[in-house]
Protein backbone atom coordinates (compact mmCIF):
# COMPACT_ATOMS: atom_id res chain seq x y z
CA UNK A 1 0.00 0.00 0.00
CA UNK A 2 2.92 1.82 0.63
CA UNK A 3 4.85 1.89 -2.56
CA UNK A 4 1.18 2.07 -4.45
CA UNK A 5 0.74 5.39 -1.97
CA UNK A 6 4.23 6.47 -3.30
CA UNK A 7 4.16 6.14 -6.84
CA UNK A 8 0.92 8.39 -6.92
CA UNK A 9 -2.65 5.94 -6.04
CA UNK A 10 -5.10 7.64 -5.35
CA UNK A 11 -6.99 7.06 -1.61
CA UNK A 12 -9.55 4.39 -3.26
CA UNK A 13 -6.85 2.66 -5.19
CA UNK A 14 -5.07 2.06 -2.34
CA UNK A 15 -7.48 0.70 0.04
CA UNK A 16 -9.21 -1.68 -2.87
CA UNK A 17 -5.23 -2.81 -3.30
CA UNK A 18 -5.47 -3.48 0.77
CA UNK A 19 -8.56 -5.52 1.05
CA UNK A 20 -7.73 -7.60 -1.99
CA UNK A 21 -4.10 -7.86 -0.46
CA UNK A 22 -5.35 -8.98 2.91
CA UNK A 23 -7.98 -11.46 1.91
CA UNK A 24 -4.79 -13.32 0.31
CA UNK A 25 -2.78 -13.37 3.22
CA UNK A 26 -2.78 -16.82 5.16
CA UNK A 27 -0.82 -16.41 8.66
CA UNK A 28 0.40 -18.04 11.67
CA UNK A 29 2.56 -17.84 14.25
CA UNK A 30 4.83 -20.65 16.51
CA UNK A 31 6.53 -19.70 19.78
CA UNK A 32 8.54 -21.96 22.01
CA UNK A 33 7.94 -19.29 24.89
CA UNK A 34 6.12 -15.73 25.47
CA UNK A 35 7.98 -12.53 25.59
CA UNK A 36 9.30 -10.88 28.23
CA UNK A 37 7.51 -7.65 29.54
CA UNK A 38 9.43 -4.96 31.40
CA UNK A 39 8.59 -4.56 34.70
CA UNK A 40 5.96 -7.35 34.80
CA UNK A 41 6.95 -10.10 37.30
CA UNK A 42 4.80 -12.28 35.66
CA UNK A 43 4.24 -13.69 31.87
CA UNK A 44 2.97 -16.88 30.21
CA UNK A 45 5.35 -19.13 30.44
CA UNK A 46 5.37 -22.62 28.07
CA UNK A 47 6.69 -25.76 28.94
CA UNK A 48 10.71 -27.09 28.40
CA UNK A 49 8.73 -29.52 26.21
CA UNK A 50 6.28 -27.10 24.40
CA UNK A 51 5.82 -25.51 21.25
CA UNK A 52 2.98 -23.31 20.83
CA UNK A 53 1.09 -22.74 17.54
CA UNK A 54 -1.16 -19.47 16.65
CA UNK A 55 0.72 -17.01 19.40
CA UNK A 56 0.02 -13.70 19.04
CA UNK A 57 2.91 -10.84 18.77
CA UNK A 58 1.67 -9.35 22.01
CA UNK A 59 1.70 -12.32 23.91
CA UNK A 60 -1.81 -13.80 23.38
CA UNK A 61 -1.70 -17.22 23.67
CA UNK A 62 -2.00 -19.38 20.57
CA UNK A 63 -4.55 -22.19 19.46
CA UNK A 64 -2.03 -25.35 19.97
CA UNK A 65 0.44 -26.49 22.15
CA UNK A 66 2.35 -29.54 20.99
CA UNK A 67 4.29 -32.12 22.97
CA UNK A 68 6.58 -33.14 23.18
CA UNK A 69 8.59 -30.50 20.62
CA UNK A 70 8.67 -31.79 17.22
CA UNK A 71 11.25 -31.82 14.99
CA UNK A 72 11.91 -28.58 13.31
CA UNK A 73 11.10 -30.28 9.76
CA UNK A 74 7.89 -31.53 11.06
CA UNK A 75 6.92 -28.11 12.75
CA UNK A 76 7.32 -26.22 9.82
CA UNK A 77 4.64 -29.22 8.35
CA UNK A 78 2.48 -28.40 10.53
CA UNK A 79 2.75 -24.83 9.76
CA UNK A 80 2.04 -25.07 6.20
CA UNK A 81 -0.69 -27.73 6.36
CA UNK A 82 -2.41 -24.99 8.70
CA UNK A 83 -1.80 -22.66 6.19
CA UNK A 84 -2.70 -23.99 2.70
CA UNK A 85 -4.77 -27.10 3.66
CA UNK A 86 -7.70 -25.89 1.30
CA UNK A 87 -9.94 -28.97 3.00
CA UNK A 88 -9.69 -27.71 6.22
CA UNK A 89 -12.97 -25.51 6.59
CA UNK A 90 -11.66 -23.42 9.32
CA UNK A 91 -8.39 -21.87 7.56
CA UNK A 92 -8.65 -22.97 3.71
CA UNK A 93 -10.11 -19.36 2.75
CA UNK A 94 -7.23 -18.46 0.49
CA UNK A 95 -6.75 -20.72 -2.89
CA UNK A 96 -3.50 -21.85 -4.36
CA UNK A 97 -3.29 -23.01 -7.92
CA UNK A 98 -0.21 -23.85 -10.03
CA UNK A 99 1.48 -21.32 -11.75
CA UNK A 100 0.40 -18.65 -9.11
CA UNK A 101 2.51 -15.88 -8.22
CA UNK A 102 3.11 -15.67 -4.29
CA UNK A 103 5.27 -13.53 -1.55
CA UNK A 104 6.40 -15.58 1.74
CA UNK A 105 6.94 -13.30 4.78
CA UNK A 106 8.49 -15.10 8.20
CA UNK A 107 8.45 -12.33 10.76
CA UNK A 108 11.01 -12.85 13.61
CA UNK A 109 9.36 -11.98 16.83
CA UNK A 110 12.74 -10.44 18.43
CA UNK A 111 14.05 -14.27 19.85
CA UNK A 112 15.43 -16.06 16.87
CA UNK A 113 18.96 -15.85 16.00
CA UNK A 114 20.33 -15.33 12.73
CA UNK A 115 21.25 -19.13 11.90
CA UNK A 116 17.89 -20.23 13.42
CA UNK A 117 16.31 -17.46 10.91
CA UNK A 118 17.93 -19.22 7.64
CA UNK A 119 17.43 -22.69 8.86
CA UNK A 120 13.68 -21.46 8.63
CA UNK A 121 13.32 -19.95 5.56
CA UNK A 122 15.70 -22.74 3.82
CA UNK A 123 13.43 -25.67 5.46
CA UNK A 124 10.26 -23.82 4.42
CA UNK A 125 11.64 -22.76 0.93
CA UNK A 126 11.84 -26.58 0.62
CA UNK A 127 8.53 -27.43 1.72
CA UNK A 128 6.59 -25.28 -0.27
CA UNK A 129 8.08 -26.50 -3.33
CA UNK A 130 8.63 -30.06 -2.95
CA UNK A 131 5.14 -30.50 -1.23
CA UNK A 132 3.02 -27.52 -2.68
CA UNK A 133 4.36 -26.64 -5.47
CA UNK A 134 4.70 -23.45 -4.41
CA UNK A 135 8.12 -21.21 -5.15
CA UNK A 136 7.40 -17.68 -3.82
CA UNK A 137 8.24 -14.93 -6.00
CA UNK A 138 9.56 -12.79 -3.26
CA UNK A 139 10.78 -13.72 0.19
CA UNK A 140 11.13 -11.21 3.34
CA UNK A 141 12.64 -12.33 6.90
CA UNK A 142 13.82 -10.68 9.69
CA UNK A 143 11.95 -8.48 12.73
CA UNK A 144 8.71 -7.64 10.22
CA UNK A 145 6.60 -7.21 13.49
CA UNK A 146 8.58 -8.17 16.77
CA UNK A 147 7.52 -8.93 19.97
CA UNK A 148 10.56 -7.56 22.45
CA UNK A 149 12.16 -10.70 23.15
CA UNK A 150 9.77 -13.79 22.14
CA UNK A 151 11.69 -16.89 20.81
CA UNK A 152 8.78 -17.22 18.07
CA UNK A 153 8.16 -16.62 14.53
CA UNK A 154 5.42 -16.09 12.20
CA UNK A 155 4.69 -17.42 8.67
CA UNK A 156 3.19 -15.79 6.03
CA UNK A 157 2.22 -16.81 2.14
CA UNK A 158 0.34 -14.48 0.04
CA UNK A 159 -1.19 -15.44 -3.19
CA UNK A 160 -0.02 -12.13 -5.08
CA UNK A 161 -1.97 -13.34 -8.06
CA UNK A 162 -5.67 -13.82 -7.08
CA UNK A 163 -4.89 -10.38 -5.15
CA UNK A 164 -4.39 -8.99 -8.90
CA UNK A 165 -7.67 -10.22 -10.08
CA UNK A 166 -9.60 -7.72 -7.48
CA UNK A 167 -8.18 -5.01 -7.49
CA UNK A 168 -6.89 -2.16 -10.71
CA UNK A 169 -3.22 -3.19 -10.55
CA UNK A 170 -1.38 -6.10 -12.07
CA UNK A 171 1.10 -8.90 -10.78
CA UNK A 172 3.98 -6.76 -11.88
CA UNK A 173 2.60 -3.42 -10.31
CA UNK A 174 1.97 -4.94 -6.62
CA UNK A 175 5.56 -7.12 -7.53
CA UNK A 176 7.24 -2.88 -7.75
CA UNK A 177 5.13 -2.27 -5.01
CA UNK A 178 6.80 -4.82 -2.95
CA UNK A 179 10.35 -3.75 -4.50
CA UNK A 180 10.01 -0.22 -4.00
CA UNK A 181 13.13 1.95 -2.43
CA UNK A 182 12.17 2.66 1.31
CA UNK A 183 13.77 4.85 4.20
CA UNK A 184 12.86 2.28 6.35
CA UNK A 185 14.15 -1.05 7.88
CA UNK A 186 12.52 -2.18 5.26
CA UNK A 187 15.05 -2.72 2.41
CA UNK A 188 17.61 -4.43 4.44
CA UNK A 189 15.35 -7.22 5.35
CA UNK A 190 13.76 -7.45 1.55
CA UNK A 191 16.72 -6.75 -0.24
CA UNK A 192 16.48 -6.64 -3.99
CA UNK A 193 14.94 -9.50 -5.11
CA UNK A 194 13.51 -8.57 -9.14
CA UNK A 195 15.49 -11.58 -10.31
CA UNK A 196 15.28 -13.69 -7.67
CA UNK A 197 16.56 -17.58 -8.02
CA UNK A 198 14.18 -20.56 -6.99
CA UNK A 199 16.04 -22.15 -4.14
CA UNK A 200 18.24 -24.76 -5.86
CA UNK A 201 19.56 -22.69 -7.88
CA UNK A 202 20.65 -20.27 -5.22
CA UNK A 203 22.88 -23.43 -3.81
CA UNK A 204 27.34 -23.39 -4.72
CA UNK A 205 27.89 -27.00 -5.81
CA UNK A 206 30.97 -27.97 -4.57
CA UNK A 207 33.43 -29.28 -7.92
CA UNK A 208 33.12 -33.56 -8.17
CA UNK A 209 36.50 -34.26 -7.12
CA UNK A 210 38.08 -37.41 -7.92
CA UNK A 211 38.58 -39.57 -5.18
CA UNK A 212 42.05 -40.32 -3.55
CA UNK A 213 43.83 -43.71 -4.75
CA UNK A 214 45.81 -46.08 -2.32
CA UNK A 215 49.21 -46.51 -3.94
CA UNK A 216 49.01 -50.59 -3.38
CA UNK A 217 52.95 -50.46 -3.97
CA UNK A 218 52.97 -47.93 -0.95
CA UNK A 219 50.75 -49.34 1.40
CA UNK A 220 51.08 -50.84 4.34
CA UNK A 221 48.77 -53.98 5.02
CA UNK A 222 47.80 -55.60 8.49
CA UNK A 223 45.44 -57.88 9.75
CA UNK A 224 42.07 -56.98 8.76
CA UNK A 225 40.57 -58.05 12.31
CA UNK A 226 43.18 -56.56 13.87
CA UNK A 227 42.83 -53.29 12.19
CA UNK A 228 39.53 -53.02 11.97
CA UNK A 229 39.35 -53.84 16.51
CA UNK A 230 41.85 -51.35 16.75
CA UNK A 231 39.94 -48.54 15.39
CA UNK A 232 36.75 -49.52 16.96
CA UNK A 233 38.29 -49.66 20.27
CA UNK A 234 39.54 -46.14 19.27
CA UNK A 235 36.29 -45.05 18.32
CA UNK A 236 34.64 -46.50 21.12
CA UNK A 237 37.08 -45.05 23.43
CA UNK A 238 36.41 -41.07 22.06
CA UNK A 239 32.41 -41.12 22.11
CA UNK A 240 32.56 -42.48 25.97
CA UNK A 241 34.92 -39.35 26.54
CA UNK A 242 32.16 -37.04 24.56
CA UNK A 243 30.87 -36.04 27.75
CA UNK A 244 33.96 -34.77 29.75
CA UNK A 245 36.25 -33.69 26.85
CA UNK A 246 33.07 -30.90 25.93
CA UNK A 247 32.72 -29.94 29.71
CA UNK A 248 36.33 -29.26 30.20
CA UNK A 249 36.69 -27.74 26.68
CA UNK A 250 33.50 -25.52 27.90
CA UNK A 251 35.95 -24.59 30.90
CA UNK A 252 39.02 -22.89 29.21
CA UNK A 253 37.41 -23.15 25.18
CA UNK A 254 34.69 -23.13 22.79
CA UNK A 255 33.18 -26.27 24.26
CA UNK A 256 33.36 -27.89 20.70
CA UNK A 257 36.37 -30.73 21.53
CA UNK A 258 34.00 -33.56 23.02
CA UNK A 259 31.64 -33.17 19.77
CA UNK A 260 34.28 -32.75 17.13
CA UNK A 261 35.98 -36.08 17.83
CA UNK A 262 32.74 -37.91 18.78
CA UNK A 263 31.77 -36.61 15.10
CA UNK A 264 34.99 -37.75 13.42
CA UNK A 265 34.82 -41.20 15.61
CA UNK A 266 31.02 -42.06 14.25
CA UNK A 267 31.77 -40.93 10.91
CA UNK A 268 35.08 -43.38 10.98
CA UNK A 269 32.84 -46.11 12.44
CA UNK A 270 30.11 -45.35 9.57
CA UNK A 271 33.18 -46.12 7.33
CA UNK A 272 33.72 -49.36 8.99
CA UNK A 273 30.45 -51.00 8.80
CA UNK A 274 28.78 -49.58 5.91
CA UNK A 275 31.97 -49.63 3.36
CA UNK A 276 34.39 -52.39 4.89
CA UNK A 277 37.10 -49.91 5.49
CA UNK A 278 39.33 -52.02 7.18
CA UNK A 279 38.55 -55.51 4.88
CA UNK A 280 41.64 -55.34 3.38
CA UNK A 281 44.19 -54.57 6.02
CA UNK A 282 45.14 -51.51 3.81
CA UNK A 283 46.37 -48.51 6.41
CA UNK A 284 46.76 -46.03 3.70
CA UNK A 285 42.68 -46.64 3.12
CA UNK A 286 42.25 -45.46 6.61
CA UNK A 287 44.78 -42.56 6.28
CA UNK A 288 42.79 -41.19 3.16
CA UNK A 289 39.55 -41.64 5.38
CA UNK A 290 40.52 -40.25 8.34
CA UNK A 291 41.56 -37.25 5.64
CA UNK A 292 38.57 -37.08 4.11
CA UNK A 293 36.55 -36.87 7.98
CA UNK A 294 38.76 -33.94 8.80
CA UNK A 295 38.46 -31.71 6.23
CA UNK A 296 35.05 -32.30 5.71
CA UNK A 297 33.47 -32.72 8.92
CA UNK A 298 35.99 -31.87 11.58
CA UNK A 299 36.39 -27.70 12.02
CA UNK A 300 38.07 -25.38 14.48
CA UNK A 301 41.98 -25.08 15.30
CA UNK A 302 41.78 -29.16 16.26
CA UNK A 303 40.57 -30.14 13.16
CA UNK A 304 42.89 -28.06 10.86
CA UNK A 305 45.81 -29.89 13.58
CA UNK A 306 44.78 -33.10 12.49
CA UNK A 307 44.16 -32.75 8.75
CA UNK A 308 47.81 -31.53 8.38
CA UNK A 309 48.95 -34.27 10.94
CA UNK A 310 47.34 -37.33 8.64
CA UNK A 311 48.09 -36.09 5.30
CA UNK A 312 51.58 -35.86 6.44
CA UNK A 313 51.53 -39.36 8.49
CA UNK A 314 49.83 -40.67 5.17
CA UNK A 315 52.72 -38.85 3.28
CA UNK A 316 55.63 -40.22 5.57
CA UNK A 317 54.12 -44.10 5.82
CA UNK A 318 54.65 -44.38 2.19
CA UNK A 319 57.57 -42.90 1.70
CA UNK A 320 59.46 -44.65 4.08
CA UNK A 321 57.53 -48.22 3.53
CA UNK A 322 61.51 -50.12 2.96
CA UNK A 323 62.22 -49.49 6.76
CA UNK A 324 58.71 -51.85 7.42
CA UNK A 325 60.70 -54.58 5.96
CA UNK A 326 64.27 -53.64 6.71
CA UNK A 327 63.96 -52.68 10.38
CA UNK A 328 60.27 -53.59 11.42
CA UNK A 329 56.74 -51.69 11.40
CA UNK A 330 57.24 -50.12 14.83
CA UNK A 331 60.19 -48.49 13.60
CA UNK A 332 57.95 -47.23 9.98
CA UNK A 333 55.25 -46.01 12.58
CA UNK A 334 58.40 -44.23 14.90
CA UNK A 335 59.97 -42.19 11.41
CA UNK A 336 56.52 -41.80 10.04
CA UNK A 337 55.04 -40.22 13.18
CA UNK A 338 58.16 -37.94 13.64
CA UNK A 339 58.63 -36.72 10.32
CA UNK A 340 54.71 -36.09 9.97
CA UNK A 341 55.02 -34.19 13.81
CA UNK A 342 58.31 -31.95 12.26
CA UNK A 343 55.89 -31.16 9.13
CA UNK A 344 53.10 -30.21 11.62
CA UNK A 345 55.66 -27.93 13.21
CA UNK A 346 56.03 -25.62 10.31
CA UNK A 347 52.28 -24.73 10.59
CA UNK A 348 51.56 -24.12 14.57
CA UNK A 349 53.92 -23.50 17.22
CA UNK A 350 53.26 -25.87 19.42
CA UNK A 351 55.06 -28.05 21.55
CA UNK A 352 55.37 -29.85 24.66
CA UNK A 353 54.43 -27.53 27.73
CA UNK A 354 52.08 -25.58 25.80
CA UNK A 355 48.96 -27.61 27.13
CA UNK A 356 48.08 -28.90 23.54
CA UNK A 357 47.27 -32.11 21.80
CA UNK A 358 51.16 -32.16 21.17
CA UNK A 359 51.97 -32.64 24.58
CA UNK A 360 50.29 -36.38 24.16
CA UNK A 361 51.40 -37.11 20.38
CA UNK A 362 55.48 -35.82 20.56
CA UNK A 363 55.84 -37.70 24.08
CA UNK A 364 53.90 -40.22 22.48
CA UNK A 365 55.92 -40.59 19.01
CA UNK A 366 59.39 -40.30 20.73
CA UNK A 367 58.15 -43.43 22.87
CA UNK A 368 57.55 -45.47 20.02
CA UNK A 369 61.23 -45.24 19.26
CA UNK A 370 62.00 -47.87 21.62
CA UNK A 371 59.53 -50.11 19.37
CA UNK A 372 57.53 -50.93 22.20
CA UNK A 373 53.97 -49.53 21.64
CA UNK A 374 53.25 -49.92 25.44
CA UNK A 375 55.92 -47.45 25.80
CA UNK A 376 53.99 -44.67 23.97
CA UNK A 377 50.99 -45.47 25.45
CA UNK A 378 53.13 -44.35 28.93
CA UNK A 379 54.28 -41.04 27.34
CA UNK A 380 50.95 -40.02 25.95
CA UNK A 381 48.71 -40.81 29.22
CA UNK A 382 51.58 -39.06 31.41
CA UNK A 383 51.61 -35.87 28.62
CA UNK A 384 47.87 -35.33 28.65
CA UNK A 385 47.97 -35.44 32.66
CA UNK A 386 50.50 -33.01 32.77
CA UNK A 387 48.43 -30.61 30.86
CA UNK A 388 46.35 -30.05 34.37
CA UNK A 389 49.38 -28.28 35.77
CA UNK A 390 50.38 -26.35 32.96
CA UNK A 391 49.52 -23.10 32.43
CA UNK A 392 48.02 -22.08 28.85
CA UNK A 393 50.53 -20.48 26.71
CA UNK A 394 48.42 -20.23 23.10
CA UNK A 395 44.42 -20.13 21.98
CA UNK A 396 41.90 -18.73 23.67
CA UNK A 397 42.62 -20.86 26.99
CA UNK A 398 45.76 -18.05 27.64
CA UNK A 399 42.90 -15.70 28.46
CA UNK A 400 39.87 -17.51 29.43
CA UNK A 401 38.99 -19.71 32.40
CA UNK A 402 42.59 -19.99 33.69
CA UNK A 403 42.84 -19.87 37.32
CA UNK A 404 46.26 -20.97 38.95
CA UNK A 405 44.55 -20.98 42.19
CA UNK A 406 42.13 -23.71 41.24
CA UNK A 407 42.72 -26.75 39.61
CA UNK A 408 42.43 -27.16 35.76
CA UNK A 409 41.21 -29.61 34.16
CA UNK A 410 43.47 -31.40 31.60
CA UNK A 411 43.71 -30.09 27.82
CA UNK A 412 40.91 -31.72 26.15
CA UNK A 413 42.74 -31.87 22.83
CA UNK A 414 45.53 -33.69 24.46
CA UNK A 415 43.45 -36.17 26.46
CA UNK A 416 41.37 -36.61 23.54
CA UNK A 417 44.38 -38.21 21.56
CA UNK A 418 45.44 -40.08 24.59
CA UNK A 419 41.88 -41.61 24.93
CA UNK A 420 42.22 -42.53 21.05
CA UNK A 421 45.43 -44.33 21.62
CA UNK A 422 44.71 -46.14 24.20
CA UNK A 423 41.46 -47.53 22.47
CA UNK A 424 44.41 -48.67 19.66
CA UNK A 425 45.88 -50.61 22.11
CA UNK A 426 42.50 -52.08 23.55
CA UNK A 427 41.82 -53.97 20.23
CA UNK A 428 45.91 -54.83 19.83
Same mark, same amino acid.
Given at each position: ?263 ? @??? %??? &? #? =? +? ?7 ? $? *? ?48 ? @??? %??? &? #? =? +? ?7 ? $? *? ?56 ? =? ?17
Amino acid at each position: MGGAAGMGASLDEVYELGVAFSKQIVSIAATLDHCHVPGRTEHGILGSDEVELGTGPHNEPGYNKISPVPSPEDLIKQILTNCLDENDPERGYVHFHPGDETILLVSNFGGMSCLEMGALVDELLNQLARDWDIEPVRVCAGPLETSLNAPAFSVSIINVTNAAKKCTYSVEEIKAFFDARTNTCWESVAGAQTQRRKREEQFVLPPVEERKMVDESKDLKVDPERLEKMLRGACEALVAAELDLTRWDTVMGDGDCGETLKTG @ATS %LMA &A #L =D +NDKLAAEGS $V *GAVLLELEDIVESKIGGTLGGILGIFFVSLRTAVEQNMDLASSEGVPELW @AKA %LKI &A #L =D +NLGRYTPAK $V *GDRTVMDTLIPFAEALKSGNFDDGIKAAVKGAKATKAMTPRLGRATYVGADASKEMPP =DPGAWGAMVAIQGLRSGM
